[in-house]
């Protein structure tokens, strides 16, 4: 099992940036790869991005592409999600997760490729 838990997020103005963090417990980092998710208001939960435990290869949904960059430090046992430009359309709650079978692909179908999830954490984007 892995306990996950986010911070960073917050109210920005558009065009500003943030950075998410997760912090992860109870299980070796390094052997499985993490997610970020989001739901706005009113939406599902959705796919934001992904990287391996290695971690050499990151995917990313199309609306984010150019913009946010998910990174993990394995020392540290955390992943990072830095959001630059946002949009008031990023608005939404940020959860990351665990991926404890190693799956070798993500995008938008992904949700139930990842066993464990953070509480969330609030971003706000002001226009």
């Known amino acids: 099992q892995v306990q996950l838990v986010e911070s960073g997020g917050g109210l920005v103005q558009a065009g500003g940036s943030l950075r998410l963090s997760c912090a992860a417990s109870?299980?070796?980092?390094?052997?499985?790869?993490m997610g970020w998710f989001r739901r706005a208001p009113g939406k599902e939960r959705r796919f934001v991005a992904a990287i391996s435990w290695s971690p050499d290869k990151t995917y990313y949904t199309d609306s984010v592409k150019g913009r946010f960059t998910i990174s993990r430090d394995n020392a540290k046992n955390t992943v990072y999600l830095q959001m630059n430009s946002l949009k008031p359309e990023d608005t939404a709650v940020y959860y990351c997760?665990?991926?404890?079978?190693?799956?070798?692909?993500?995008?938008?179908?992904?949700?139930?490729?990842?066993?464990?999830w953070g509480q969330g954490t609030q971003v706000t984007v002001s226009s």
């Open positions: 997760a665990a991926d404890l079978g190693g799956s070798d692909n993500y995008g938008p179908a992904s949700f139930d490729d990842f066993d464990s």
């Open positions: 109870g299980r070796t980092f390094s052997s499985y790869n």
